[in-house]
């Protein structure tokens, strides 16, 4: 499985429109190859350098296999929540030095059907075992 983004490179910088200095919208996604046999997506995006421990940007589950394209600034699935305690996407916003933000999307083997509204942690526990395959991308941002 793929994961890639027309404006998102590979460990570079992120674009300042998908960030809290602009639009504060997710960039659009690319999901490619998804193996046979995947029932449904998730997609997890954290900063593993945040000052108080990973902060989760957005969580996003049961998006449909049928989904080959996020687009920006949309929701292809149920959302979870975020480390500000609220569903949706939350933009890199870090308070000094260049962070990095992993945008995770795995192929499940089941629908998760979840309906209460789960952070990472949640999730995490309720895909495993269930994890057909991941892609990821990571791209940086520091604030100017």
């Known amino acids: 499985m793929k994961l890639s983004s027309p404006v998102l490179e590979k460990n570079k910088f992120i674009p300042r429109k998908y960030t809290c200095q602009g639009g504060d919208v997710n960039p659009p996604l690319f999901i490619e190859e998804i193996p046979s046999g995947t029932k449904s997506l998730a ?3 954290d900063d593993p350098d945040a000052p108080m421990g ?7 589950y049961d998006i449909p296999t049928t989904t080959s394209r996020v ?3 949309s929701v292809p699935g149920k959302e979870g929540v ?3 305690g609220r569903e949706g996407y939350v933009g890199p916003c870090p308070p000094s030095g ?3 933000y992993f945008f995770k999307v795995y192929a499940l083997d ?3 059907g979840i ?4 952070g990472k942690k949640e999730l995490e526990r309720a895909i495993d075992g269930h994890i057909i395959d991941k892609a990821e991308l990571m791209g940086l941002y520091k604030k100017s």
């Open 98 to 100: 260049t962070h990095r």
């Open 82 to 84: 975020n480390s500000s």
């Open 43 to 45: 997609l997890i995006v």
């Open 110 to 112: 089941k629908v998760l």
């Open 54 to 60: 990973t902060f989760v940007h957005w969580v996003v």
């Open 115 to 118: 309906y209460d509204k789960v």
């Open 71 to 73: 687009d920006e600034d």
